[in-house]
């Protein structure tokens, strides 16, 4: 079996950690020591010529060329007969595709606000030894595979693989926290992937970021300016999303195809509030886009997952958003629909009252035996 590496697309010459003070102590110091990767590295500049000097001793690379390099190529979408859908008359019915009814554009998940935070630049660009994020292997027969499995298969050993590596760079080991990327599979979970968060306090680990993977056919961002049908089916998967991130209380998720990544938050109001079924879309990120000037699919990623540390970030809300139980009908405090949003039809919005005891977001219960958040 042929084995393909795709690997950063530029030469790299690097340091080691030791000689620009990873294990040492910003000489400025901080009362209390570092809480993380973050702060721990973002008070030191390093010159061209530190560079040069320190090549000599190790290759060197850094996160920002790492999250950016070439994607491996997919030659085509994954098989329709392979496709895990859910619709209305699946018996299980905890939502249902008006679940969503608000979509707002998420402008600000972008590569120059990004790099606008705080720091943040300078901790992508600072130098890691190449041996400490590992450039994962695909096999040419799973790429051209083309089902489900076999893109759960890249998922785990490309994207996790390189996510995982870069957030254990950025956050460290002084913190004693970790963020990984996952298959749901290897978790139990319903999500395809998730981002875990480990700590002392949180051994066993907690679900911060969910991620679902789709076919190009099953669901795409062109699927809202659709017609009626189509738009029920781009609404199906991201009421599935919200409902897994509002178990979750998780503020961020994502849905990947073969073609593009596309970042979700949850809408909240001035109170930090989730407003049931509104949901903030960022654009769109092509499978193939790359360069250390373009927000790729990795890079998005890590910073999603990055959000979800212990200490949220200067100008970005943290992870946690707090959906209160289905008991107290939170999901009843939403918003008039968006009028691109179809109407469900009557036997659908029936078969909701039947399954999960209420229909539309607005209704009451119709007996206590159903509840959704």
């Known amino acids: 079996m042929r084995r393909t590496s795709y690997g950063s697309q530029h030469a790299f ?17 901080y009362e209390g020591g570092y809480e993380d990767g973050y702060n721990r590295r973002r008070n030191r500049e ?18 920002v060329d790492y999250l950016t390099s070439r994607n491996p190529p997919i030659l085509g979408p994954m098989e329709s007969a392979n496709l895990r859908r859910r619709n209305a008359k699946s018996p299980d019915y905890a939502f249902i595709w008006w ?8 402008n600000t998940f972008n590569l120059q606000t990004i790099l606008a935070t705080p720091d943040l630049d300078r901790l992508l660009r600072m130098p890691i030894p190449q041996a400490e994020l590992p450039e994962p292997f695909v096999d040419d027969d799973v790429l051209q595979q083309g089902d489900r499995i076999a893109f759960l298969t890249i998922v785990r050993d490309y994207f996790c693989t390189k996510v995982t590596a870069a957030l254990s760079q950025s956050i460290g080991t002084r913190s004693h926290q970790s963020l990984s990327m996952v298959l749901g599979s290897e978790l139990g979970s319903s999500a395809d992937i998730a981002g875990v968060y480990q700590s002392p ?120 958003i707090p959906v209160p139980s289905a008991e107290d009908c939170s999901r009843r405090y939403c918003m008039a629909k968006d009028p691109w949003v179809p109407d469900p039809k009557y036997d659908e919005v029936e078969l909701a009252r039947v399954k999960r005891g209420w229909g539309e977001a607005d209704e009451p219960y119709a007996y206590a035996a159903h509840t959704s958040i």
């Open 13 to 29: 010459q690097n340091t080691t950690q030791e000689s620009y003070g990873y294990e040492g102590s910003y000489e400025g110091g």
């Open 201 to 320: 306090s949180r051994p066993n680990g907690q679900i911060r970021v969910a991620g679902f993977v789709k076919s190009c056919r099953e669901w795409n961002t062109m699927m809202q300016a659709g017609g009626d049908e189509k738009r029920r089916e781009f609404l199906q998967v991201l009421s599935q999303l919200q409902r897994y991130m509002r178990e979750h209380n998780t503020r961020y998720g994502y849905v990947l195809t073969e073609q593009e990544l596309v970042c979700v938050r949850l809408a909240t109001d001035a109170e930090n509030r989730p407003i049931f079924g509104c949901l903030d879309i960022a654009n769109a990120i092509q499978w193939n886009q790359h360069g250390s000037n373009r927000l790729t699919i990795c890079l998005a990623l890590w910073f999603l997952h990055f959000l979800a540390k212990r200490d949220p970030l200067p100008d970005w809300a943290g992870w946690e």
């Open 99 to 106: 679940d969503v009814r608000n979509t707002r554009h998420w």
């Open 46 to 63: 390093y010159q061209r010529s530190d560079l040069d000097a320190l090549a000599e001793i190790e290759p060197y690379t850094t996160l």
